[in-house]
């Protein structure tokens, strides 16, 4: 059974920073592209940052770019995302998808998340 567990949230006072982890388990990792997802409570669940399947290629929401960097390694079916300069409209849980498309079939698998805060 596919399994993608989110960690490295928490509480961070603006300006902080947290590096969120995404461990992947019962798939071929590197036949996905890997994206971090987020919602805030009323808000739509919005993209935040996606990495191509062997890291080449990333691409970011504009509200953070140059903020936030996203990395993986599949020798360990691991992607991160360094997130700096964290403001409290960061706040969100934090989700990461792992898709595919193959054969003109989608493969999507999601994560249960993690909640990150940023107050002072």
């Known amino acids: 059974q596919v399994q993608l567990v989110e960690s490295g949230g928490g509480l961070v006072q603006p300006g902080g920073s947290l590096r969120l982890s995404c461990a992947a388990s019962a798939l071929t990792f590197s036949a996905y592209v890997i994206n971090w997802y987020r919602q805030a409570p009323g808000k739509e669940r919005e993209l935040v940052a996606g990495?191509?399947?062997?890291?080449?290629?990333?691409n970011y929401a504009d509200s953070v770019k140059d903020r936030f960097t996203i990395s993986r390694d599949n020798a360990k079916n691991t992607v991160y995302l360094q997130m700096n300069s964290l403001k409290p409209e960061d706040t969100a849980v934090y989700l990461c998808?792992?898709?595919?498309?193959?054969?003109?079939?989608?493969?999507?698998?999601w994560g249960q998340g993690t909640q990150v805060t940023v107050s002072s």
């Open positions: 990495i191509s399947r062997v890291g080449e290629s990333t």
């Open positions: 998808n792992a898709h595919r498309t193959s054969w003109a079939r989608t493969y999507d698998y």
